[in-house]
């Protein structure tokens, strides 16, 4: 089973200001690599799947960048609503898995 | 518009049986495949279960495995979950999702609670 791991696990960030995600796999995912957004009490959200494509409707303050075992998810000038958990999550090999999230929080 | 809706879920006792069901609608549901993803109460997300568009692909996490059987009923535009044997640590809320590789649609979720 490939490990995703994620850091920070919480990033606090203000309004307006950049942010960026880490995820690591423990083997080689190729760009298989997809980012999810989570608010409480709701589903998850596909962002980016190919670690670099937007979703349909998500705005290009969002990116990802990597391959292999290293990408990150940037999110340029924070909204309010963008204050969330995110996931990473590997379908290069079964079984799929999930990072352990990072939590962006208002600073 | 794309919609999955989950229903099922409920408290059960340990070692008992469950069916979780997922309708969708405003998609052609025979032409994808789908999942099952749970969260535990506070955790993070934790794939379950696959199915290919056309059924004849199955695929279960480790922790599942023996346990829960996923199929589909395109005729129905619904997916099931078969959950057996359960335990305490299945109690989460069950997401059903549109895909194979990543997961572009999903419904909001039905809670299991697996407790005596």
């Known amino acids: 089973e490939i490990v995703m791991t994620q850091s920070p696990a919480t990033l606090s960030v203000s309004p307006g200001e950049r942010a960026t995600l880490s995820c690591r796999a423990s083997q080689s995912v190729s760009s298989n690599l997809a980012w999810y957004q989570q608010k409480p009490g709701q589903a998850p959200r596909l962002l980016i799947y190919?670690?670099?494509t937007r979703a349909t409707a998500i705005p290009d303050r969002f990116s990802g960048s990597g391959s292999g075992t290293e990408f990150t998810l940037t999110i340029t000038s924070l909204q309010s609503e963008d204050f969330a958990v995110y996931y990473c999550q590997q379908y290069n090999n079964w079984p799929r898995t999930f990072g352990p999230g990072t939590k962006v929080d208002i600073k | 518009q794309v919609q999955l809706v989950e229903s099922g879920g409920g408290v059960v006792q340990p070692g008992r049986s469950l069916r979780l069901s997922c309708g969708g609608s405003g998609f052609t549901f025979s032409s994808y495949a789908m999942a099952w993803v749970r969260q535990a109460p506070g955790q993070g997300l934790e794939w379950v279960a696959a199915i290919s568009y056309d059924g004849s692909n199955k695929y279960n996490g480790d922790s599942v495995k023996g346990r829960f059987t996923i199929s589909r009923d395109s005729s129905k535009n619904t997916l099931f979950l078969q959950m057996n044997s359960l335990r305490p640590e299945d109690t989460a809320v069950y997401y059903c999702?549109?895909?194979?590789?990543?997961?572009?649609?999903w419904g909001q979720g039905t809670l299991v609670t697996v407790s005596s």
């Open positions: 190919g670690a670099s």
């Open positions: 999702a549109r895909g194979l590789g990543w997961f572009d649609y």
